[in-house]
């Protein structure tokens, strides 16, 4: 059963959780070879740490900024506070109320009250902001997008300044290229038309007390959680919890397993709504171009066998029966691979694995082949050496 000490530690980790890890989306705790650390790289206080195949929060200096969960490209990091959904809601509610403009405003501009709570998003700090919010408020009728700073200079988070400017100027390259006249703007002070004409209209800000109140009862069930399965296990009844290293497991596709991220399958709907985009290349972060050398390629598939999301998958084959040898049932070889571009999210893990370095990732991305379903085949032109060439099924 579990300590009063690790109770006090559990409710004393949580106070500072705006969002949670799904780490098995995580590429560095795929294959401790990737070399993303966007999430870290985003961070405001310096709470995250990737290292091998661990990637760690520090509740203590985690501020809830939200940055790192938007700068994560397979959404490792989920951010709770608010929630993808919630964001979206209050930009579809700012829009409706003011008839077109979606605003968001970050938790300084609230604590100052200035700002009208029915017409605007609110979050901590606008790096939690992420690109398919933001196409996906202007595919669903926004006219104009402001995010509006309480004076980044002077914030405890100005370092997420570039992340939001990078942010605000990819989601203008994707509106620009797919034809729409809606942009993103930055104002640093609250515009008249969404201005609180009394105390009761205002915006509260998020408050770290309420923020904290909230947190503190999602602390408790989890304790009663914890001490739950603390008598469970007492007793020998305690439930089976399926560890990670069960989990990221290769499956009969001879990959691990891999998945669609939520918030790239949003960004691709908006942007199959907002219809056919011009023929430019944009700088984006959203996908990867990968292209394969394939003299340098020995097809042994190691680079979509740790693709997070699958848009490098194997086309498999049954194995020839070696010479001299028993047939081997249900052994599998590599006959291809294919790429597509659509399910991509440009993590660099393909490259990073590849043994070879026959792997390119590009984030000039031609915004004709972002919606384009059709995979392109890959082979390559050396013997396979083995590694994860055959699998049994
Ligand atoms: S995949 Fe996401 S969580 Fe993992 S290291 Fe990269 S940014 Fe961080
Ligand atoms: S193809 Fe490469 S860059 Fe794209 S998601 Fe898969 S591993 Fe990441």
Known sequence: MPSIVDMVDILERLESKALHIEPARCVKVRNRNASCTRCADACTSGAITVEGNS????????????????????????????????????????????GGMAA?????????????????????????????????????????????????????????????????????????????????????????????????????????RGFFTGVKSQAKNLATEAATYGIEKELGIAKEHATLRDTLKVGEDGCLPHGPIPRHEDLLESLFEMGEPDNVTIASHQWGSVTMDPE???????????????????????????PGRPAAKGAKELECLEFRLSDCVGCGTCADVCIGRAITVSHDIEASRVLELEPVSMRGAKRKRGIGGAWRS
């Open 55 to 98: 990637i760690d929060i520090d509740g203590e200096k985690c501020t809830g900024c939200g940055t790192c969960t938007a700068a994560c490209p397979t959404q490792a990091i989920v951010c709770d506070k608010p929630s993808d959904e919630q964001l979206a809601e209050g930009l579809a509610r700012s829009m409706d109320a003011n």
């Open 104 to 208: 968001v405003i970050c938790g300084r501009v609230a604590a100052r009250k200035t700002a009208d709570v029915d017409r605007v998003a609110e979050v901590l700090c606008l790096g939690r902001v992420d690109v398919p919010s933001l196409v996906g408020a202007a595919a669903r009728g926004a006219q104009s997008i402001a995010l509006i700073d309480g004076g980044c200079s002077t914030c405890k988070f100005r370092a997420a300044v570039p992340h939001i400017d990078a942010t605000a100027d990819e989601a203008n390259a994707l509106l620009e290229a797919w034809g729409s006249d809606v942009r993103v703007s930055r104002l640093d002070a609250v515009p008249q038309e969404l201005a609180a004409h009394d105390r009761e209209q205002a915006t509260g800000g998020v408050s770290r």
């Open 296 to 322: 340098k390629c020995d097809n042994c598939g190691v680079c979509a066998t740790f693709c997070p999301t699958g848009a490098l998958s194997k086309v498999l084959r049954d194995a020839p029966k070696k």
